[in-house]
T-cell receptor, first 114, second 115 residues
Framework: EPEVTQTPSHQVTQMGQEVILHCVPI?????FYWYRQILGQKVEFLVS????????KSEIFDDQFSVERPDGSNFTLKIRSTKLEDSAMYFC????????????FGEGSRLTVL | AQTVTQSQPEMSVQEAETVTLSCTYD???????LFWYKQPPSRQMILVIR??????QNATENRFSVNFQKAAKSFSLKISDSQLGDAAMYFC????????????FGTGTSLTVIP
């Protein structure tokens, strides 16, 4: 069964460093998302991506964040200069359709900022 | 903005018994979709059940069913004949049709199944 894959599963970084989280969405899906979940808190929307551009982003997704789909299969989230409060589980998700389709999630990448 | 509220941070159920997880939401839209996602300890969220707001009939998937009360903006999940593998965090989620592509999640309910 096709699935969303994410790497790395866990990354530890120093404050101020750049981090890139990688995702390979399901191949025939058109909509891509990043969510994050700070430990013990709700899953928060970061950004959605469609047709090679950001379609929606939250207040969390400030200038420190960027997304790319460089080669038609990977979907990356870059955090330019990490802060302690960026420590969270980051989930990539994809959907086939825009309105009715369910989200398919990856297993997440745990980011720890020291 | 849409909000999704899960008022039960933790629930427990005896194996083979039935448990109901609560979810309420706030929206001004008339057409939307509601979901329950399960997040086992392995972390990946998987879809349990989906309900379209325009459908009056409650969705059912095997041992999982929902009680969708549109006027009350309530969307509870019932798990019948609970199994040990049902132990997980359960998230209620909302997706509108006029509010972009994002899903709004509740804070989750941690379900423990007691053998």
């Amino acid at each position: 069964e096709p699935e969303v894959t994410q790497t790395p599963s866990h990354q530890v970084t120093q404050m101020g460093q750049e981090v890139i989280l990688h995702c390979v969405p399901i191949s025939n899906h058109l909509y891509f998302y990043w969510y994050r979940q700070i430990l013990g808190q709700k899953v928060e929307f970061l950004v959605s991506f469609y047709n090679n551009e950001i379609s929606e982003k939250s207040e969390i997704f400030d200038d420190q964040f960027s997304v790319e789909r460089p080669d038609g299969s990977n979907f990356t989230l870059k955090i330019r200069s990490t802060k302690l409060e960026d420590s969270a589980m980051y989930f990539c998700a994809s959907a086939k359709g825009s309105r009715t389709g369910e989200l398919f999630f990856g297993e997440g990448s745990r980011l720890t900022v020291l | 903005a849409q909000t999704v509220t899960q008022s039960q941070p933790e629930m427990s159920v005896q194996e083979a018994e039935t448990v109901t997880l609560s979810c309420t939401y706030d929206t001004s839209e008339s057409d939307y979709y509601l979901f329950w996602y399960k997040q086992p300890p392995s972390r990946q969220m998987i879809l349990v059940i989906r309900q379209e707001a325009y459908k009056q009939q409650n969705a059912t998937e095997n041992r999982f069913s929902v009680n969708f009360q549109k006027a009350a903006k309530s969307f509870s999940l019932k798990i019948s004949d609970s199994q040990l593998g049902d132990a997980a965090m359960y998230f209620c989620a909302y997706r509108g049709t006029n509010t972009g592509n994002q899903f709004y999640f509740g804070t989750g309910t941690s379900l423990t199944v007691i053998p």
